[in-house]
């Protein structure tokens, strides 16, 4: 599908060559802490602040966000600094009150995407403005809504739009707050190619020792930009304390003796080199995906291994496999894949199943 949608070169604050960042903390707290914060990043080049000022929290009783009189300190930033700012917006009220206020940019969370009435009502309040707008991904994977709300706001005028790819909640035990999913970043850069894409690699790792690793794979597949959270004071945060990089910490990831590198692409050859990159990063993600449905395939083994054990049936049973196979290689030859590659894989997959279950005898 096509998309009216501007560059982030014309959006006015983003200086190009990329990462376009955007940096601020979770939640605004007080006005010391979001203008110390805002000095500290604007001294080596941020320009576009980020502040949430209504936050979306688990649990009632927890710090909820200051609420508008926090857009006050924001065009504090404004006149102080001359970075532009940005915030959530969950509701068409929070858009009135952040274009009363002047803001510049507003994302919809990830709770938020996920709910088309809203989403559709947000778009509606943002007709007629000139404001920047960044959907984060639902927090299922579900990449079809995810797209359902850019063509919402594209259709309601908005054409400074762009994705916050920030990974999606999962019942799995990862060392990550939420999952990378990157696939779900690719297939919205197939399915949208005109659409940034910013990462978030703050609430997709939850502690700052992952930060740099998301971000470069980030850079690594092409992402356009970075939303960061980076506080004065991280470990005194009311919200998300445990993932915020100080503004000298986030200079050192971007650059610092060993920042993460931004894969740029001007001359013939750089560009080459920069779809290799991409390409291989792609691969990577693929292949790890791989691994994770053939671990889940002898999951399943196992728990057959237990059945034949408890009914004392034999391991092997030939015609079962025979049938497999058959299948498997009518599906690979259709799917393009030689008869070869299909009998060696499947062949390969079938003696770990056997050694699986034969453990359990
Ligand atoms: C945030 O950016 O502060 C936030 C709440 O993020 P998300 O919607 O990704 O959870
Ligand atoms: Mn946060």
Redesign the pocket.
Known sequence: MKMDILPPSEWGFFTLPRPCVIAGP??AESEEQVLETAVGLRKFGINMFRA?IWKPRTHPGCFEGVGAPGLKWLQEVKKQTGMKVSCEVASTQHVFECVKHGVDMVWIGARTTANPFLVQEIAEALQGTDMTVLVKNPVNPDLDLWIGAFERLNNCGIRKLGAIHRGVSTSQKIKYRNDPAWDMAIGLRYKVPELPIFCDP??MAGKREYIKELSQRALDLGFEGLMI?SHNCPDCAL??AK?QLTPADLLNLLEGPDHIVVRDGDTQDSSFRENMVQLRAKIDVIDENIINLLAQRMEVSRKIGEFKKEHNIPIIQAARWDSVLDRMIEAGTQAGLSEQCVRDVFNAVHDESVDVQHKML
Request: glycine share 12%; charged share 20%; hydrophobic share 0%.
């Open positions: 979770c939640s949430g703050s609430h959270e919200s998300d993932q």
